[in-house]
């Protein structure tokens, strides 16, 4: 090699062997290339718009995989004030609506719930910020009600819950049989929301319409929740001995009554009728389900009819009881064949049996119990007196609906309103969809086994059915959630930045993302790679 | 595929492909990284050694990627972090990752790749020449031509010991199915034996967090400039310290290769140049016209990059006809290797006619007799004009 003497600036050799410095490159703000800009948009999961109380369960199912129980737990009851009741009855419409299942299955979301409910039992409730002059008076302490008095004694509002039965929970303790509730569940959750909260508890007392009128002038507000406590009866079944509503059957049960006789049918489809018919197999009796259309129609939930079919339920579908002669201390049901629905309803068609009982339970809807008319401002009704008989859940969202109205009214909020609350810049609720997600880095896992009780201890226990996790199950359960729409500070994006423009930092809420904009060249690879579908892509203008 | 040695044996006899002894060789080496993209006729390499990977015959990380722009890239990233890393590929692959090369030299990262030689598309070809490698000329990496499995596993061994002292890339090529795909027997070095020939790859500076810099960010113009001076200055260097390397290599395990060997050459008129596994064909050939009393030789060009022109200058001096055997032409000019020939001999006052002769492209096969037909027509062969048969 030779080299040349030219006159002038020449480097000394040596100075740059390899293209190797200890400057920092950060100086080129590569970022000033993009035009697409990387945003963490927090989305809302089809588990929490599916769920009548809107409850966050991406963020706790988070929270719980990190085995933080007691802020799971805490931010579960700022949704739902009853954990371990919903967990155990509700049908789920969050699980319906997981995205998990077009992946393996669905989460247990149920289970999950239940698990936190019970860790919950006997942890208070946090004190409200400060106790407000505001005093409301619910009235009926079913799912609504003391769903409405929790969600205002929260917020520091005082509440007299009346209830007419001895005990506290409405349909919870008096329609639920305890199988799927049992009681000293409720009691424990009851009774730490109540104590832990300023919440007065007033049982043994009926509100007839001159009570309420006095009661509105005693409280600032009034919720009424009293629910559809008396069957439908139809009008040909004349009132006689055997002849029992499916409803107040299941009360006399739940206060430890057993109706005489050996044999039962039960007239209905729905959960009533399921309950009806399972309880009074755990009370030795022989049961026949008598319904209009098929089993696979049957309204009751999917997995109690199954239960109660491997429980000994017996089923005569596609059948009606046109009839009931009381024929020596029985009851003679004369039962007929149905004539398909041509729209104008279903018909008799011609007697095909006859069936002889020792009672027959009638649970084909239920009706209010009283018909307290009164309009007043600051009276405010709910639960399935309003919506018609509907879920636990439902209830209680109709009871958190009326506090969030008491809630303005008194100049107050919820803690979480998740109604109206959208993402800076968007115009509406964005739900993540399964496509939406980015799931190349998740191993199908599928949902925890449940362990039930076998068939034939529960023909003679009212013992739960379904065994509650573990917690490890419930740990590896909340894991195999995706937590759409919410960053968890995963790092993939951090992983996969070509450019280390995405860092993780610790907060106080977990991990959270910052993206490097002086340096981020707008490639998209964090968008892409998201599981979540938290980050995307906004054309930089 | 590995026999046992007996102790104090330096190497064991073995028989297997061309893909084989790459593989052995690359294991021997012991890279702490491999990243490869499979493409035929490459694809046995990295098979065999994701096996052994997966065995567990050396620790290293072998990292799947789904095309060869990533698998270079991944080295890239590797070499910076200290590992010594290999990768392997072919035709459109290495077509693939040509910026990459570029940067690889010019970030003065130590890198060994086999290139199976094959035709470069269109039409679809997958059979040997050299268009790929000699195509990537000026990339700025080492390129040597193996003739025999065995020299391509003795070369990959010295071209990590070259590669880490000089800081540039070193390019192996063995030709497609001709030796990726045939057995042959070879003697596979004891791995002792090699670690006490490479030494542990120990670079001075390595992505290090607690150490943090800059690689290979901006340089201005004149920095720049003095960066591709090192690099020239280092490649004027590189044919010296191989010879060196390949001495030691001798020393050690008794096989002994040259930039620019001479076969037969001795009084001979006519000397044929080529390279790769086409040198043994030749061979065959000069054996039989020499045994006509043809005086005929062979050059057979092992080291591409940086160019033996010296020792081709002294080889040739005296000789009448230099016929260049190409594998790969650069349309409009003629053979690629005969122009670098013809510019390595421009300045010699005794320089023999060049003949610029396309041998064969995309596999088509060469035997004996055409070499031995072209050297009994050497007295016809133009000089000005590129030959094609």
Known sequence: MQILDIKGKKLPDGLWDFPVSTTTTEINLTGSWKFFRPQLVEKTAPCQVACPLYIDIASYMWELSRRDVAAALARLRRFNPLPAVCGRVCPNFCQQNCNRQDFDQAVQIGFVERFLGDYGLDIPFPAPPALRPERVAVIGSGPAGLACAAFLARQGIRVTIYEKETAPGGLLRYGIPAYRLPREILNREIDNLVNSLPIELCCNREIQLEQLEKILEEYDYVFRAPGLGQSLMPGDFLPQPGIYPGLELLHDIATGGVPAGSSFGVIGGGNVAVDVARSLRRLGKEVQIIYRRTFAEMPAYSDEKKQALEEGVLLCQQQLVTGVVAEDGQLQLILSQVIPDDGSGIKAGEVIDQLKVDGLVVAIGQQAGDDLALNHERLLLGGDLVSGPATVVEAMASGKAAAKTILSRCGLALEDDWEGELPAGEAEVRIVSFADLHLDYCQSQKAISLVEENPTSRQHSFAEVVHSLNDEEAFAEAGRCFNCGICTGCGICWFFCPDLAISLVEGDFGTSVIIDEDHCKGCGLCAASCPRAVIEMKEDV | ?389
């Open chain 2, 1 to 389: 595929m590995q026999g046992e040695l007996k102790p104090g044996e330096k190497s064991s006899r073995e028989m297997m492909m061309g893909s084989d002894a790459v593989a052995h060789g690359v294991r021997l080496c012991r890279p702490q990284v491999i990243s490869a993209y499979p493409i035929t006729p490459q694809t046995h390499i990295i098979e065999i050694l994701s096996e052994m990977v997966d065995r567990g015959e050396f620790p290293c990380q072998f990292i799947k990627v789904e095309s060869e722009m990533s698998a270079i890239a991944a080295c890239l990233g590797s070499v910076s972090a200290g590992s010594r890393s290999f990768t392997a590929t072919s035709s459109q692959g290495l077509a693939m990752m040509h910026e990459l090369l570029h940067w690889f030299s010019g970030a003065r990262m130590p890198l060994v790749m086999v290139n199976a030689n094959r035709a470069l598309g269109a039409p679809w070809n997958i059979w040997c020449d050299q268009s790929d490698s000699l195509s990537q000329r000026d990339v700025g990496w080492l390129q040597i031509y193996c003739e025999t499995a065995q020299e391509a596993l003795d070369t990959i061994i010295q071209a990590y010991w070259l590669s880490e002292r000089i800081l540039l890339p070193v390019m192996v090529m063995i030709d497609g199915f001709i030796l990726s795909h045939t057995m042959e027997p070879l003697m596979v070095p004891a791995a002792e034996e090699v670690d006490a020939f490479l030494p542990p790859y120990r670079p001075q500076y390595f992505l290090d967090t607690d150490d943090p810099r800059s690689f290979s960010a901006a340089a201005f113009p004149d920095g720049f400039y003095q960066l591709k001076k090192n690099i020239a200055r280092t490649m004027e260097d590189a044919g010296d310290i191989l010879a060196d390397g390949c001495r030691q290599f001798a020393e050690r395990f008794g096989r002994s290769y040259e930039h620019l060997e001479a076969y037969r050459c001795d009084d001979a008129e006519i000397i044929f140049c080529c390279s790769g596994a086409l040198t043994g064909t030749v061979r065959v050939a000069v054996d039989r016209l020499r045994q006509d009393s043809h005086p005929v030789g062979l050059l057979k060009l092992r080291l591409f990059r940086p160019f033996p022109s010296r020792e081709l200058a002294r080889l040739v001096s005296g000789i009448k006809r230099l016929i260049v055997l190409n594998r790969a032409v650069s349309f409009g000019v003629g053979g690629t290797v005969s122009q670098e020939v013809r510019a390595a001999l421009y300045e010699e006052d005794e320089r023999p006619a060049v003949h610029d002769v396309i041998i064969s492209l995309g596999g088509k096969e060469v035997f004996p007799e055409v070499i031995e037909q072209i050297a009994m027509q050497a007295e016809e062969l133009s000089t000005s004009e590129t030959i094609w048969i």
